[in-house]
């Protein structure tokens, strides 16, 4: 507690010679507490540029001075994570933060010997199985907002059947609308995100196919290109993605400026707006509002307080959104928007309604889960309550990894 004290009041010395909100210069030599930042990607990349905005927004509210902030970039999934933490360490950070799934095993092992430190393992879901007191999770109800970004991409679909702007390419042999999407790994944080936007989109054009092809990375411009490229050359009228870059959305610009297919096939992004490399194509993007934890968890570490294990928020609290809408979205789109985040802040609408999908031909009416969250590791969880799969509930990271009816995963060409 004495060193905690301490390190509380080296901030607020430092907080009063910078001045609220201020730019001026901490002196060099800063030795107040810190705050370890590892990023899998940099502002190159939209999920890791998404964090960093969310980070500076927090640390800007907060207070706190950027000589606080230690960013350690582009780390990759590997033992280098266990040494920039141990790094970070060594350097004064007392709360030391990954932003990437597979950073968390590494995490782990530096949360296991460095007990006086906070780790969080953002997308993980070790925290409370590892016993640790000191390792934690989050991850935002993404799948939130991925219903509402298909909710967009349905209206678009509705817009162009009605209009006769449909191809024949764009139909399936079921007679289904065809829809692509570029997924990064079939884990179920992907799973989960791109059920959430086929059932947002089936929410107002039920007669959809959706296709999904992986790049088995998490930001690859070339492969999200071309997989972007391949759905569209079969047919798929909408695009949408897990994957970090911003290949698809510019390859399917380029495809409509040069009617490379015979028609007009449109994006829906994730982490940040598409609109300026696909401004005649991009409907909106899919995101989280990082700023939300980021606030959360700083303020607790400066007030000493511990960071829940599992955090996990949505709509309800701002945690997730959607960007701007694009100048090709169908008419009336806003007020589907609007009344879809409506219902899900009321609970009128449960993402996973278990009526609105069937597995293998069948409604489900149980679906057991890997959703452990707690040291006893209890991954057989009945997620299936009340008509509904309770997605994120029971941990933070996702655990929806079904495979439901009208959504084919396909091999990359």
Not at 232 to 246: L, R, Y
Not at 338 to 359: C, E, H, P, R, Y
């Amino acid at each position: 507690m004495k060193k905690l004290l301490a390190l509380l009041l080296a901030l607020l010395m430092v907080l009063t010679l910078t001045g609220c909100g201020k730019k001026e210069e901490v002196e060099e030599g800063y030795n107040g507490p810190k705050i370890g930042l590892i990023m899998v990607g940099d502002e190159n990349e939209g999920y890791t540029y998404a964090h960093m905005l969310g980070i500076r927004e927090a640390a800007k509210k907060l207070n706190i001075p950027d000589e606080a902030l230690i960013w350690k970039y582009n780390v990759p999934e590997d033992q280098t994570t266990y040494d920039m933490a141990t790094d970070l360490v060594e350097n004064g950070a007392t709360l030391v933060i990954s932003n990437s799934y597979a950073h968390q095993s590494f995490m782990q092992q530096a949360a296991g010997e460095n007990p006086e430190v906070t780790f969080v393992a953002l997308t993980g879901d070790n925290g409370a199985p590892s016993g640790l007191s000191n390792l934690k999770n989050a991850f935002p109800h993404t799948y939130e907002s991925r219903y509402v970004s298909g909710v967009v991409a349905g209206m678009k679909i509705k817009e162009l059947a009605e209009n006769g702007e449909l191809v024949d390419a764009n139909f399936n042999e079921e007679g289904n609308v065809k829809v692509g999407y570029v997924g990064a790994f079939p884990y179920a944080e992907v799973v989960s995100g791109y059920t959430a936007f086929y059932l947002g989109i089936r929410s107002i054009y039920p007669d959809v196919t959706m296709y999904v092809e992986y790049t088995n990375s998490w930001f690859d411009l070339t492969a999200e290109a071309t997989i972007g490229d391949d759905l569209m050359s079969k047919g798929c009228v909408i695009i949408g993605q897990h994957a970090d870059s911003t290949g698809a959305p510019s390859r399917l610009q380029g495809n409509m400026e040069n009617n490379t297919y015979g028609f007009t096939a449109y994006s829906v992004g994730y982490n940040v707006s598409m609109l300026d490399v696909a401004p005649d194509v991009a409907l909106t993007s899919a995101g989280n509002v990082w700023e939300k934890y980021y606030t959360y968890a700083f303020d607790c570490w400066l007030k000493g307080e511990e960071i829940m294990t599992d955090w996990s928020e949505g709509y309800e609290t701002g945690a997730v959104e959607i960007t701007p809408l694009g100048k090709a979205v169908a008419p009336g789109t806003q007020e589907a928007v609007d009344a879809a985040v409506a219902a899900i802040k009321d609970g009128s609408l449960k993402v996973f309604d278990a009526s609105t999908f069937t597995i293998g031909g069948e409604t489900p009416t149980s679906m057991v889960a890997d959703a452990f969250s707690d040291p006893a590791f209890t991954p057989e969880t009945e997620a299936l309550i009340d008509g509904y799969f309770h997605e994120s509930e029971f941990r933070s990271a996702p655990y929806f990894s079904f495979r439901i009816d009208g959504i084919v995963e396909l091999t990359s060409n």
